[in-house]
């Protein structure tokens, strides 16, 4: 029974995580349409820039927050100002686009690094809030917390405030959008900005967790991935609960079966998903297909 | 009559294609004009190229003594030009209210858009019982009718319509086509309708134009034009 609510609350606390990384790469496929490949890079630079913040000023992590989250938003507004935004009508350049970002951001860190690890560490690290037979580690739950109010942040700014809501007019019918007097190209490199923000929150709060490798940011796009086409394209919500499935998978694989077969399983499951309900658990139905309609 | 709309020597299209070929327009303060032709005939073009979607290769248009030609499409709301293109084109995932709230977007102020909203739901009663739905679930006819009052939310000086009534009933077109005289009759607001029912567009309109393979063939007084026998025969099947 204990281990039994064991693996449900690492599972839990690891769902915290994977939604967290998950939120900012479904931001920006819901509204701009596009698979931004170098997400899990800039959750990469976000524990590098936590690092940073720590090595010269010697910030906790968690105070990092506030340099490193506007830093990645305005890198985010400028890699899509300059690098996507004159693809715009082409959107598999775009994607490849940011599948050269994944590699140039890499290989720039690993030859700044030279492939050393770090980590940032936190006074929060040392503390865990032992609850019966459980042990809950506080920088997790840090995380899990923040998912849930990006979460409820991003889902009441959708709802009540004009710029939400010319966001997701935008997201469903771009042209009709510019006809209303919204500047779409505005929008985008203001949602690419905030996705980036949203992975360097991830960043920094996963900096006292793992330690850092330019290549780490693989381990979570795999998840994210997974989590947003689960959960539903473009749904807040379906990300958010989309990363507590993923979690729940990978702890209960990893306890009965085998952890090595952590990914096969969340894809088995993501496919079986995909097709029962194309678009995913909390997409809204034909939604999938929007995005495939003309959108100019 | 000053003119609201000034459209000299207008040459556009797609890519290399040109579908227009030096087109002059003109529409006066106040004024209903119809633009009708066949399928193809480079009408949806002309809307486009105005509203700022499409770029115009050459030609200048000019809108309530301001030169737009080079305007892009969100600016032009703002300036008072607001068009609703084909299908009416509303976001399905969003409430009828909502759709309206974004008609409004160019102009923000909440309390504008409080006084909008009312004076609009008066002009559409339907949309009133409407107003939790999404857009998506709404007829073809209510879509065309919230369409049309998602662009009044701007409070336009001159709306243009694409084929409103494209997919409507007969007895919808009616209603559509009323509403549109409506708005110019009492709200002041010019009106360009473009469409292919021609003998509908002829009876709401002051005066009309005839395109035909990106050319104004003809132009006129509404009226003169609905008796032109040549014109019966070839846009109205009699």
Same mark, same amino acid.
């Given at each position: 029974?204990?281990?039994?609510?064991?693996?449900?609350?690492?599972?839990?606390?690891?769902?915290?995580?994977?939604?967290?990384?998950?939120?900012?790469?479904?931001?920006?496929?819901?509204?701009?349409?596009?698979?931004?490949?170098?997400?899990?890079?800039?959750?990469?630079?976000?524990?590098?820039?936590?690092?940073?913040?720590?090595?010269?000023?010697?910030?906790?992590?968690?105070?990092?927050?506030?340099?490193?989250?506007?830093?990645?938003?305005?890198?985010? $507004?400028?890699?899509?100002?300059?690098?996507?935004?004159?693809?715009?009508?082409?959107?598999?350049?775009?994607?490849?686009?940011?599948?050269?970002?994944?590699?140039?951001?890499?290989?720039?860190?690993? #030859?700044?690094?030279?492939?050393?690890?770090?980590?940032?560490?936190?006074?929060?690290?040392?503390?865990?809030?032992?609850?019966?037979?459980?042990?809950?580690?506080?920088?997790?739950?840090?995380?899990?917390?923040?998912?849930?109010?990006?979460?409820?942040?991003?889902?009441?700014?959708?709802?009540?405030?004009?710029?939400?809501?010319?966001?997701? #007019?935008?997201?469903?019918?771009?042209?009709?959008?510019?006809?209303?007097?919204?500047?779409?190209?505005?929008?985008?490199?203001?949602?690419?900005?905030?996705?980036?923000?949203?992975?360097?929150?991830?960043?920094?709060?996963?900096?006292?967790?793992?330690?850092?490798?330019?290549?780490?940011?693989?381990?979570?796009?795999?998840? /994210?991935?997974?989590?947003?086409?689960?959960?539903?394209?473009?749904?807040?919500?379906?990300?958010?609960?989309?990363?507590?499935?993923?979690?729940?998978?990978? /702890?209960?694989?990893?306890?009965?079966?085998?952890?090595?077969?952590?990914?096969?399983?969340?894809?088995?499951?993501?496919?079986? $998903?995909?097709? $029962?309900?194309?678009?995913?658990?909390?997409?809204?139905?034909?939604?999938?297909?929007?995005?495939?309609?003309?959108?100019? | 009559?000053?003119?609201?709309?000034?459209?000299?020597? %207008?040459?556009?299209?797609?890519?290399?294609?040109?579908?227009?070929?030096?087109?002059?327009?003109?529409? =006066?303060?106040?004024?209903?004009? !119809?633009?009708?032709?066949? &399928?193809?005939?480079?009408?949806?073009?002309?809307? &486009?190229?105005?509203?700022?979607?499409?770029?115009?290769?050459?030609?200048?248009?000019?809108?309530?003594?301001?030169? *737009?030609?080079?305007?892009?499409?969100?600016?032009?709301?703002?300036?008072?030009?607001?068009?609703?293109?084909?299908?009416?084109?509303?976001?399905?995932?969003?409430?009828?209210? @909502?759709? +309206?709230?974004?008609?409004?977007?160019?102009?923000?102020? !909440?309390?504008?858009?409080?006084?909008?909203? @009312?004076?609009?739901?008066?002009?559409?009663?339907?949309?009133?019982?409407?107003?939790?739905?999404?857009?998506?679930?709404?007829?073809?006819?209510?879509?065309?009718?919230?369409?049309?009052?998602?662009?009044?939310?701007?409070?336009?000086?001159?709306?243009?319509?694409?084929?409103?009534?494209?997919?409507?009933?007969? =007895?919808?077109?009616?209603?559509?086509?009323?509403?549109?005289? &409506? %708005?110019?009759?009492?709200?002041?607001?010019?009106?360009?309708?473009? @469409?292919?029912?021609?003998?509908?567009?002829? @009876?709401?309109?002051?005066?009309?134009?005839? +395109?035909?393979?990106?050319?104004?063939?003809? &132009?006129?007084?509404?009226?003169?034009?609905?008796?032109?026998? !040549? *014109?019966? !025969?070839?846009?109205?099947?009699?």
């Amino acid at each position: 029974m204990s281990s039994l609510l064991n693996i449900i609350v690492v599972g839990l606390l690891l769902g915290g995580i994977y939604g967290l990384v998950s939120m900012g790469l479904n931001l920006i496929f819901g509204v701009i349409r596009i698979v931004n490949f170098a997400q899990g890079e800039l959750v990469m630079l976000g524990m590098y820039g936590a690092y940073v913040c720590y090595l010269f000023i010697g910030l906790d992590p968690y105070l990092s927050i506030f340099i490193v989250v506007p830093a990645l938003f305005l890198f985010g $507004v400028i890699m899509q100002r300059f690098i996507l935004q004159p693809l715009q009508n082409e959107p598999m350049m775009q994607i490849f686009a940011t599948f050269g970002l994944l590699l140039l951001l890499q290989n720039v860190v690993l #030859a700044v690094t030279r492939g050393q690890g770090y980590t940032a560490p936190s006074k929060l690290s040392e503390f865990v809030i032992s609850v019966g037979p459980l042990n809950i580690s506080v920088v997790r739950l840090v995380a899990l917390v923040a998912v849930t109010a990006a979460a409820l942040f991003l889902s009441w700014f959708v709802k009540n405030t004009m710029a939400g809501k010319a966001i997701r #007019a935008v997201t469903q019918d771009r042209r009709a959008a510019r006809l209303m007097g919204i500047n779409v190209e505005l929008a985008f490199m203001l949602t690419f900005g905030a996705g980036a923000a949203l992975a360097g929150l991830a960043g920094t709060l996963l900096a006292p967790i793992y330690t850092m490798s330019p290549q780490i940011g693989g381990n979570f796009i795999m998840a /994210a991935f997974a989590v947003v086409v689960l959960g539903g394209l473009g749904s807040v919500w379906g990300a958010y609960i989309g990363g507590f499935i993923i979690g729940l998978i990978e /702890a209960f694989a990893g306890y009965y079966l085998d952890p090595a077969l952590k990914t096969a399983i969340w894809f088995l499951v993501f496919i079986g $998903v995909l097709i $029962v309900k194309p678009g995913g658990l909390f997409g809204i139905a034909g939604a999938e297909e929007v995005g495939l309609r003309e959108q100019n | 009559m000053s003119a609201m709309l000034q459209v000299r020597d %207008l040459v556009a299209g797609y890519g290399q294609a040109v579908v227009l070929e030096h087109v002059d327009f003109t529409v =006066k303060r106040g004024e209903v004009v !119809a633009v009708v032709g066949a &399928n193809g005939a480079g009408k949806t073009t002309l809307l &486009n190229t105005i509203a700022g979607v499409l770029q115009p290769f050459s030609g200048s248009i000019t809108f309530d003594g301001t030169d *737009i030609t080079k305007t892009p499409a969100h600016a032009l709301p703002k300036q008072g030009l607001v068009l609703v293109p084909e299908g009416g084109r509303l976001f399905p995932f969003m409430t009828v209210e @909502e759709n +309206l709230e974004m008609g409004g977007f160019s102009r923000r102020k !909440a309390s504008d858009f409080a006084d909008s909203l @009312e004076e609009v739901m008066q002009l559409f009663p339907i949309l009133k019982q409407r107003r939790a739905q999404f857009a998506g679930h709404l007829s073809g006819g209510e879509r065309q009718m919230c369409a049309v009052a998602r662009a009044v939310m701007s409070r336009p000086k001159m709306i243009m319509l694409d084929e409103p009534s494209v997919g409507l009933s007969p =007895k919808m077109v009616g209603e559509v086509f009323s509403l549109v005289e &409506n %708005l110019a009759r009492t709200k002041g607001i010019t009106v360009v309708l473009v @469409e292919q029912n021609v003998q509908e567009a002829l @009876e709401v309109s002051d005066r009309a134009y005839v +395109l035909d393979h990106g050319r104004f063939v003809r &132009n006129g007084s509404s009226a003169e034009l609905g008796g032109d026998p !040549a *014109i019966q !025969a070839a846009y109205m099947g009699l």
